[in-house]
């Protein structure tokens, strides 16, 4: 049996990385696991963000996954290291920062890349130095309310728009030319913050960039690689209440079951 | 030496009953623990609230405390049995929700008395419970996000403004008596809830009553009672970041050291 690839989040916004995933590999087996009993990340401290991340990584290699997708921007930015500790150098692992960073430098060379995120994510400053290393100008903010925001159904309407204006209305971003959502929250309001940005300017699809990384790392695993019977996804969190079940759907686009795994209590 | 009072909270809301219980045990000690590596509790499981609630109190017992204020209405409502046991009989408990329906039952009797709380506390039912025991009437709703907006910061302007305009502003609360604000984050914003209120009508002073009710339990505890040196306040919290020390000043309404305990770690 081909083993799954496992996608890790703080909670359920990761779901539009592992929506993408399943659009480019779709006949992969999946163990997605949202940390719903700590979400969410984006206002801990990194030393907490690595001993949660560390934790999900063991429970996905128990789970016999051979690959780790890091669904999360403030895991990524801040528990990489923990994350490969965790996995050994048997486990490929991929970030959502990386790949979103070469893209830029691949398409906009030169350019003033906008990124917005959790305090978590902008304050590891992690963007800033990937963006820098590649000639890419970094012009950062953090916007700390809005994943909750989303996640609690305020992806339209005047409290997402009060938000972003909040947050954007100083017009930080007028100059970019290419802005990135460093938050896996963050697509289901890009044309609300597409507004706060000049005409015309991409807004980089990190689900569908990170999901063709993941396309690619398969491509070169002899375990993962080739044709294989279709399996079942399976997502996990770490708390489950209704209104995780109901969210699961908006993110990952279709109905989907939760399974609670405590690993808190272990 | 005069046991500490413990206090404890999801996180950092939970100073507003602090600061009024200092306001009225001046000379006493206090150990507050706020919970800011699992916060919010609005949103998780009854289950996982008890286990945070009971992990909690056992720190606080082995801090020394000889009685113990939950501070947080989702705990409140979810894990007062938790809090008993793990505390065990010779430690009082202080809940926010009872002392605040008896003083409603006590000055406003057979009223109709609005609620606004976390998922957690509303769908509880424990307010609707207690209102109806005391012959009065419950208007409850759950308003979400608003907790996580006024810790973010957002306790005056638009985002709040929307924020509740999106939950009161179908006029649920048009007709009530007094209204209870059932999150310790909300008296942040008592003034913009007041606009959703018909005029005149009484917001009731959780903080204020919760205190009281503190003092008279300390008045019958004869290793409580009675004058004493002036003790040190303590203020813990099992995740640090700038973002909760400069948040803590806000709601204990002066400044106040935080000290970390990685309770989460053992």
């Known amino acids: 049996m081909r083993p799954p690839i496992g996608i890790f989040d703080s909670g359920i916004g990761g779901l539009t990385v592992a929506r993408a995933v399943a659009d ?9 696991f949202g940390d719903t009993a700590h979400l969410p990340y984006g206002e801990k401290s990194p030393e907490l963000i690595r001993h949660f991340s560390s934790r999900i990584s063991h429970h996905l290699r128990d789970e016999g996954c051979r690959l780790v997708v890091v669904a999360c921007n403030s895991a990524s930015s801040n528990a990489l290291d923990a994350v490969r500790d965790a996995l050994g150098p048997r486990i490929p692992v991929v970030d959502v920062v990386s790949p ?3 893209f830029a430098a691949a398409h ?7 990124v917005i995120g959790t305090r978590a994510t902008i304050e590891s400053g992690v963007y800033q130095r990937a963006l820098a290393a590649h000639g890419l100008q970094a012009v950062v903010r953090a916007t700390p309310l809005l994943a909750s925001a989303i996640e609690e159904g305020f992806h339209t309407g005047s409290v997402s728009d009060a938000l972003l204006a909040a947050y954007l209305g100083d017009g930080i971003f007028n100059e970019v030319d ?7 929250h963050y697509p289901l309001i890009a044309d609300q913050i597409r507004a706060f940005l000049p005409p015309g300017v991409a807004v ?6 990170v999901a063709a990384r993941v396309k690619e790392a398969v491509s070169v695993m002899p375990e993962l690689r080739g044709p294989g019977p279709v399996h079942a996804r399976r997502f996990l969190v770490s708390d489950l209440t209704a209104s995780f079940a109901s969210g699961a759907r908006t993110f990952f686009g279709r109905e989907v079951e939760l399974e609670e795994h405590r690993i808190w209590d272990i």
């Open 24 to 32: 480019v590999l779709p006949e992969y087996p999946l163990v997605y």
């Open 100 to 102: 979103v960073v070469e």
């Open 108 to 114: 906009v060379p030169g350019g003033r890349i906008g």
């Open 178 to 184: 290419a802005m990135v959502l460093g938050c896996t």
């Open 204 to 209: 980089l699809d990190t689900p569908g960039i």
